[in-house]
């Protein structure tokens, strides 16, 4: 089949996550002369096909066939795609089974290649992603398969396709603040120690503050916060207790330890306590590697676009490859739709990404 063709059988599988709905083992199928080890855990499929061609580097394509729930909106069934003026309609359409279709496709048709070419998908990466990706390169390093490169198929186009591509993606610090005070009375302050009172005097230089100036390939990281509640909803009772919480999207110049150091400077003898959690690192592919490189010219080639270096937006399954080492970029089709009600993408973006994962496998030397 080609492959708008396979495109539209992928769409057609309600794999809500961590549910692959059977497309895995359709996948395993469709490329035969792969290798397939499946990575089960937790109720969370995966697989990692692969095929040694050459000596030379291992290039691995990435992505989920999970989706979300299509929820609510829909001008037609979400699992049976639906072609309208060129596009196609369906749960998964540029999130990401665009990306799956186009190399899936790409690698099947591939008769040559210097060295070997593999493909990983998991069933959960709109979920926890903890038995997804993370596991399966877990076990790659101790099975010695892991690649020297990877390209994740997200949804990373602005504007038209081709005109971006992701090196690299922010980092997410998430933090919980409690403020401890003393409740009381509200016609009586002065007994009490009211946590709302003393936040505020701190808020105005925390709130929305750039905890660095960024660089050439990273917005600045901002202190976020996100959920502030205290008190019984009285009029007449002070809260005892206040509870901030907070996230910061970081790039490579800020940690977690510098995120400590930031609260506790205006935090500092006000009795509080203080949690964070980093859900994902942050990482950057240097410009000048390989894989750049060869994406670059790919793109230009079947596109004429010249795609700018992004890394903008939340975070994805290309951070578990890059705290492997493993040089990581992400590029996809046009991302205005996903996870929305009738999400949809272009039959041409679905084919230009194909050829460009084409040209790529073709002139990876």
């Known amino acids: 089949m080609e492959v708008i063709e396979l495109f539209k059988r992928l769409l057609s599988f309600p794999s809500v996550t961590p549910d692959d709905a059977g497309s895995l083992e359709f996948i395993a199928e469709y490329l035969e002369g792969f290798h397939a080890l499946h990575f089960d855990k937790n109720g969370v ?88 990706t993370k596991y399966v390169l877990q076990e790659l390093k101790r099975m010695h398969l892991l690649p020297d490169y990877a390209i994740v198929a997200e949804p990373t186009c602005e504007q038209c ?64 916060i996100t959920d502030i509640r205290a008190g019984m909803e009285v009029t007449n009772v002070t809260p005892g207790k206040l509870k901030m919480m907070f996230n910061v999207r970081n790039n490579t110049k800020t940690t977690m330890q510098d995120v400590e150091r930031f609260v506790h400077k205006f935090f500092d003898g006000m009795n509080y306590t203080l949690k964070l959690s980093q859900s994902a ?53 046009k991302n205005d739709a996903i996870h929305a009600p009738n999400e949809r993408t272009h039959k041409d973006e679905v084919i230009g990404l194909y050829r460009v994962f084409k040209e790529v496998i073709a002139s990876f030397e």
């Open 161 to 224: 396709f081709g005109d971006a591509i992701k090196i690299g993606r922010r980092g997410s610090i998430n933090g919980v603040i409690e403020k401890i005070g003393k409740q009381g009375h509200a016609a009586y302050p002065e007994k009490a120690v009211n946590p709302i009172h003393k936040v505020a005097q701190v808020l105005p230089k925390m709130a929305g503050v750039d905890l660095d100036e960024g660089d050439e390939f990273f917005a600045p990281s901002k202190f976020v």
């Open 45 to 132: 499929k995966n697989l990692f096909l692969y095929k040694k061609f050459g000596e030379g580097d291992h290039l691995c394509f990435a992505g989920h066939v999970d989706v979300v729930p299509p929820g609510e909106g829909w001008q037609s069934d979400p699992f049976e795609p639906i072609e309208r003026d060129g596009f196609i309609y369906a749960r998964g359409a540029q999130d990401m089974k665009s990306g799956v279709a186009a190399f899936v496709q790409a690698c099947k048709e591939a008769k040559e290649f210097n060295g070997t070419l593999s493909i990983l998908l998991t069933s959960d990466e709109e979920g926890e992603a903890k038995w997804g």
């Open 281 to 333: 690192k942050p990482f950057l592919t240097d410009p000048k590697s390989k894989v750049v490189q060869v994406i670059d010219r790919a793109i230009q080639k079947v596109t004429g676009i010249i795609p700018k270096h992004s890394t903008a937006g939340g975070t994805s399954d290309a951070r578990f490859f890059a705290e492997y080492g493993v040089k990581t970029i992400e590029f996809g089709v």
